[in-house]
């Protein structure tokens, strides 16, 4: 299947570059995945499209201040870290900027020194291990030094760095955020449950994969950083009840899904308790075996998250959406709009 097959015009102009000020203002694209049909709604009317019985399965992760700015210890020359995920003890998997001026034994400076990096390993793709030295505790020194990774294409400032943040976060180790559950209010949580739907949480700590774009031409040859996650025995009897009951499994955001799958493809399409690395990877083809529905924001063309939301949808159905999503001037991407995939029920 060629890569080009996902790739859709997107006016600069519509990546979204600051989040709303109120998390739910957001607009909402809703899909049916069987015929393609497309309403146009807002995010506050999510509750709209979720019944009693169905399941919203929140990522609770919480994203690190991850990214640093540093000068090596003897060239003072300017370097850009970016935490991945923690290797064991103070030795993180990061990526480097610029890659070539930090080689295996190069100490690296942060803040007034009350941090410092020393390269262990080189790794593909700009990546290095880095063992850090400092005193007191990591966190409480990277929430003092580090800022919030936001991803390339976003060129502002965020004032506050909460917005980056779910409201629902909890469990820190994310270079980046789920972004779908950035919409969500604690007061839209409350009324999806006082309507009797249930809402589950799963975590998965966002890493390498996100910042990869495809680059081969056939995508069966890309090949998916793994990401760390768990599902706790609470939620995996949760969704199991669910699904025997008859109702929906909604994932919020592609994490959500990566996860669930990962897990009910391992299980003949039930949960179990677990944790562990999943690399898979979704594109047409996959039958989908966790969840029913998707609420998710829109993703960079050719990128592997349109592949994994095309296996939900149909590669048609995708591009035309996202074809009306520009059309209707939609914001793009992790401060954008929504789109909730789903079937049936559109005339709500």
Request: hydrophobic residues 35%.
């Amino acid at each position: 299947m060629d890569v080009n097959e996902f790739d859709f015009h997107l006016p600069e102009e519509l990546i979204a570059q600051t989040p709303l000020k109120e998390r739910a203002a957001s607009r909402l694209l809703v899909l049916d995945k069987e015929t393609g049909e497309i309403k146009d709604d807002q995010f506050k009317h999510i509750l709209d499209y979720i019944n009693k019985g169905d399941c919203l399965v929140l990522n609770d992760t919480r994203v690190l201040p991850a990214r640093l700015y540093g000068q090596k210890s003897d060239t003072n020359a300017n370097i850009e870290l970016l935490l991945l995920k923690q290797i064991e003890g103070d030795k993180w998997e990061t990526l480097v900027k610029p890659a070539k001026r930090v080689k295996v034994g190069t100490e690296i400076t942060f803040g007034n020194g009350e941090l410092t990096g020393r390269c262990i390993s080189e790794k593909d793709h700009g990546g290095r291990i880095i063992e850090f030295d400092f005193t007191g505790v990591f966190h409480e020194v990277l929430d003092r030094l580090g800022e919030m990774p936001l991803p390339p294409y976003i060129k502002e400032q965020l004032d506050d760095k909460e917005r980056y943040q779910t409201v629902f976060a909890k469990h820190r180790g994310s270079a980046a955020a789920p972004t779908a559950g950035l919409h969500f209010t604690e007061e839209l949580l409350k009324k999806i449950a006082d309507k009797g739907a249930h809402i589950a949480f799963i975590t998965l700590h966002v890493g390498l994969g996100t910042f990869r774009p495809v680059s081969v031409d056939k995508i069966e040859e890309h090949e998916m950083h793994a990401e760390f996650y768990q599902l706790t025995e609470g939620t995996a009897e949760l969704l199991n009840q669910v699904r025997d009951s008859g109702g929906k499994i909604i994932g919020v955001g592609t994490t959500s899904a990566r996860t669930l799958e990962t897990i009910a493809s391992a299980n003949d399409g039930k949960f179990v308790p677990s944790s562990g690395w999943t690399d898979i990877f979704i594109y047409p083809g996959y039958k989908y075996k966790g969840i029913d529905s998707l609420i998710t924001n829109f993703h960079l063309p050719k990128s592997t998250l349109v592949m994994l939301v095309s296996a939900l949808a149909s590669r048609d159905n995708i591009i035309n959406a996202y074809e009306h999503a520009v059309r209707e001037k939609y914001r793009f991407f992790s401060f954008g709009d929504a789109m909730f995939i789903t079937e049936g029920g559109l005339d709500k």
